[in-house]
């Protein structure tokens, strides 16, 4: 480690102990979420240490494209003053651009290397526990934050590209900055204009970062918007003044939806190199069976730069390409939550991807529990935790069942664009943010039945007293 390296890499750590006393509401829990943060840091700071002596995981294809845009000729900001800014090439480049802004620092007043993007990508994935913790805390109690935040910072998937100089980690953390501040929006009352701010910071950082996710990142306002509509149309006395209303609301839904599915459609296009606007069987097949191909040094319709990565594909290449399209969606889409498929297991750094596995599948188990249990309140009357009680139940069942919607979306969405293990285990990074909050509440409220059933089992008789009627 140089001393530039080591000097950036404290300087992170005073902003995240900084930012560690802002999240936490008292003293008693800013003590314990600045040990954590540090702790969370250090850990992954410490990897990429190592990882730069030892290498043992080999940094990833365009690891260091941030740094050539700052490079460049007239720096970072030609993205915007050059000839070529509408280029399908500039526009690729400018979802790298608020990576390289962030680093901008770094590199300019510490030092020009890789080393430096992973810490702050170190940095970044700490920074995502203490904003699911400033959150859950200040929305439901410590116990629900606390496990809130152990879940954003041990994901697998979060840990690993904390130590890889990718933007990923940057989209998973402004994805939670903006579910959360949604959660807050549509559960709260105040500070409501602070965080539609912070809603419409993140919702633009995200956009930039990975635009084809505009669609999934519109699925909570649009939910809630149209069950309002419906609500408003619903209450209209009249027969027909309702038909005609609902006609208009559904034409209306329907062209928005549209031309935001369009827009999203052709811009992702256009980044993957097809300037004409094509169905979308290209992108599903084609351009899949063309992605198939990196890493095998046999791709036809790729350039050799776009043919780098490590090859894991789901079954041999031949295989795949001959298989139904039908069949192969259903391969993907599995394929995108079981990681690695059975017969993929085969060394450790895919036994470790199996950790990433279980972790996604509790976490969907959790949230769809956490939706059980608000349906049942709904309809057994109100049986839910205090915690949960300060809040409209018809609220909290909207705001879970919209993220369970965005987290399957999203899943297919992502799922038929994914041809191999490797990528599928990074682009879930941009899924499980819409499962952490659900999963948060209900593992919290599940390690507390445990705590009770614990120590009932443990009491001597008579010890504990039972309320009326237990």
């Keep these: 480690m140089t001393l530039p390296e080591l000097l950036y890499a404290l300087t992170l750590a005073g902003i995240g102990g900084f930012l560690s006393f802002l999240v936490a509401p008292t003293r008693r829990d800013a003590i314990g979420v600045v040990i954590f943060y540090q702790f969370s840091y250090w850990f992954r700071a410490i990897i990429v240490v190592l990882n730069h002596v030892l290498n043992f995981f ?209 811009v992702v296009l256009h980044q993957v190199g097809i300037t004409s606007l094509v169905g979308p069987e290209v992108l599903l097949q084609d351009y899949v069976s063309a992605r198939a191909g990196r890493g095998t040094g046999i791709s036809q319709t790729m350039s050799a730069a776009d043919a780098q990565g490590t090859f894991s594909m789901y079954v041999p290449l031949s295989t795949f390409n001959h298989m139904p399209f039908v069949a192969r969606v259903a391969l993907q889409l599995v394929a995108f939550i079981i990681i690695p498929l059975p017969w993929q297991l085969n060394d450790a750094s895919r036994a470790l991807a199996l950790t990433d596995t279980i972790f996604v599948l509790c976490c969907m188990w959790w949230s769809w529990r956490l ?41 297919f969405g992502f799922g038929v664009l994914v041809s191999d293990s490797g990528n599928a285990f990074r682009m879930r990074l941009s899924v499980e943010p819409f499962i952490i909050f659900a999963s948060g509440i209900y593992a919290a409220q599940a390690m507390r039945w445990i705590e009770v059933g614990l120590k009932r089992a443990i009491a001597l008789p008579g010890a504990v007293k039972l309320a009326p009627g237990e």
């Design 58 to 266: 080999p940094q990833k294809y365009m690891s260091d494209f941030s740094i050539g845009l700052m490079d460049q000729p007239g720096g970072l900001f030609a993205l915007f003053t050059g000839v070529n800014t509408f280029s399908t090439a500039n526009i690729t480049a400018m979802k790298f651009f608020l990576e390289a802004l962030v680093n901008l620092p770094a590199v300019r007043f510490f030092e020009d290397s890789t080393v430096m993007l992973n810490y702050t990508n170190s940095f970044v994935g700490a920074v995502a526990g203490l904003v699911v913790f400033g959150y859950m805390r200040r929305l439901f109690n410590e116990r629900i934050g606390t496990m809130g935040m152990l879940l954003a910072s041990a994901y697998p998937a979060a840990l690993n590209f904390s130590f890889f100089s990718l933007r990923d980690i940057f989209i998973y953390t402004f994805l939670l900055i903006n579910i959360f501040s949604f959660a807050w929006i549509m559960l709260r009352r105040d500070h409501r204009f602070l965080n539609v701010m912070i809603y419409g910071a993140s919702f633009l950082c995200a956009t930039i970062l990975r635009v084809s996710f505009l669609i999934f990142i519109l699925v909570l306002p649009g939910w809630f918007l149209f069950l309002w509509i419906m609500r408003n149309v619903g209450s209209v006395r009249h027969l027909y003044e309702r038909m005609f209303l609902s006609v208009v609301a559904a034409l209306i839904l329907f062209i928005t939806a549209s031309v935001v599915t369009l827009g999203a459609y052709f």
């Design 371 to 411: 939706q059980r249990m608000l349906r049942g309140a709904a309809r057994d009357g109100p049986s839910l935790p205090p915690v949960l009680q300060q809040y409209s139940l018809p609220t909290l069942r909207r705001l879970g069942f919209a993220l369970l919607i965005a987290f399957v979306m999203s899943w």
